[in-house]
């Protein structure tokens, strides 16, 4: 399956004993993205980042690099599986369902035996929890006047909605 799904092992997130944790990255969109813990650490140097593996000449002391870049395959499998279930589901944020759902030790068979009912019911938000929502999602990308003119444009729809008496 083509999904946007890469491991990667960053040189700037090495940890003190030097090694660095592969993640797995999921990018859903250009603003929603999400990396999923494989709880796999080598030396960043080892990280081969055209071929998106392990090198073979990994020391001993971290392990083998074939075994590890087999289990490496093997969860980037689970995350496609995860993601897989989620869009099949239409489940409305894939990206969380996938960062909360993934483990490494993770069975994918307690998702496909309907375990993701509660995620797939479509809740209808009213007007009001929609636009706080919709502000609180622009609060990083936008200045902080704009903020404002959003709650203002927000208590003005209160005030109109008394007005009026019916909801929005």
Not at 2 to 23: E, M, N, Q, V, Y
Not at 126 to 154: G, L, M, P
Request: charge should be positive; charged fraction near 30%; aromatic fraction near 10%.
């Amino acid at each position: 399956m083509l999904l946007p799904i890469k491991p990667i092992c960053s040189a700037a997130k090495s940890r003190r004993d030097g090694t660095s944790l592969i993640f797995i990255q999921y990018c859903f969109s250009s603003e929603n993205k999400t990396l999923l813990n494989t709880e796999i650490a080598v030396p960043s140097c080892y990280w081969h980042k055209k071929l998106n593996r392990i090198t073979d000449d990994l020391p001993s002391q971290y392990g083998r690099a074939n075994e590890l870049n087999k289990e490496l395959q093997r969860q980037i499998r689970l995350a496609e599986d995860i993601i897989s279930v989620a869009l099949e589901n239409k489940v409305k944020d894939p990206v969380a369902f996938a960062r909360d759902r993934f483990k490494p030790n993770f069975d994918i068979n307690n998702l496909r035996s309907g375990a993701i009912e509660d995620l797939t019911k479509n809740h209808k938000l009213d007007f009001n929890e929609q636009f706080q929502q919709y502000i609180e999602s622009k609060r990083k990308k936008v200045a902080n006047a704009t903020i404002n003119v959003f709650h203002e444009t927000w208590r003005y729809l209160q005030a109109f909605e008394v007005y009026r008496n019916e909801k929005l």
